[in-house]
């Protein structure tokens, strides 16, 4: 335990030493910051020049769950940019032989990251959530979001050479963004084309339109882990 709680200590200096990581982690609170400041007076002023009710509102629920899902994607980006730094220095594969093991190492570079980001996650969308969702919607989607970091992270250390190809690489989950507005305009059941897209099932279930499509959210994101897994073991840590 002393070994893996200095090794995680020595991530978070990491982080702390570049600014570029430290913005990852800051990332959140400011995303929140311009939704909860900038979003309801833009609808005020919609509303007030086209004269309508409502046009912003209905869609609140998906600037909550775009919060919830970055959160850990950028949690989990910083920690494979670390292990990417690592590896070209060959650090990843002589911590094979330390106390810590693969296991203690991976837990500390990816594990925390995943694990922290959920508990901010939860407290930032707390903070600044626009529908007020209960935690009975937000824990899953929460937790959810954090085993997708998990797959963000394996994936950018697996097809990346180093920590700028990382950068690039962590676009690509831009494409898993598409779920949600799939899921809101494309009508049934040319939507479900995009089921297999987590983010398909998790706007699927934060909108109402299905109580347990957590569950393949859930499925989906363990499927999409399993892509990188081996290249990630053959390239990091053999």
């Not at 939860?122 to 959810?144: D, E, K």
Request: net charge neutral.
């Amino acid at each position: 335990m002393k070994a893996f709680l200095s090794i995680t200590a020595q991530f978070f200096v990491q982080i702390r030493s570049d600014l570029m990581l430290a913005v990852l982690f800051a990332a959140p609170l400011m995303m929140g910051s311009v939704f909860y400041f900038g979003v309801p007076p833009l609808e005020d002023f919609l509303c007030d020049y086209f004269e309508k009710q409502a046009i912003l509102t209905p869609y609140y629920p998906l600037f909550d769950l775009v919060l919830i899902i970055m959160t850990p994607l950028l949690f989990t980006s910083a920690g494979a940019m670390v292990i990417l730094d690592e590896a070209d220095l060959g650090l990843t594969r002589a911590v094979s032989v330390t106390p810590v093991g693969r296991i203690g190492y991976l837990g500390s570079r990816i594990g925390v990251p995943a694990v922290l980001s959920t508990v901010v996650c939860v407290a930032v969308t707390l903070i600044f959530g626009l529908s007020g969702l209960s935690l009975r919607i937000l824990l899953p989607l929460a937790l959810c979001s954090g085993a997708f970091g998990v797959f963000e992270a394996l994936f950018i250390t697996s097809f990346s050479g180093n920590k700028v190809e990382g950068l690039a690489l962590s676009k690509f989950s831009g494409l898993f963004m598409a779920g949600i507005p799939i899921s809101v305009l494309v009508p049934a059941p040319a939507k479900y084309l995009s089921g297999v897209l987590p983010t398909f099932w998790m706007t699927e279930f934060i909108t109402g339109e299905c109580s347990l499509c957590i569950l393949p959210a859930f499925a989906v994101v363990l499927l999409w882990i399993a892509v990188p897994v081996r290249k990630f073991k053959r390239k990091i840590l053999v």
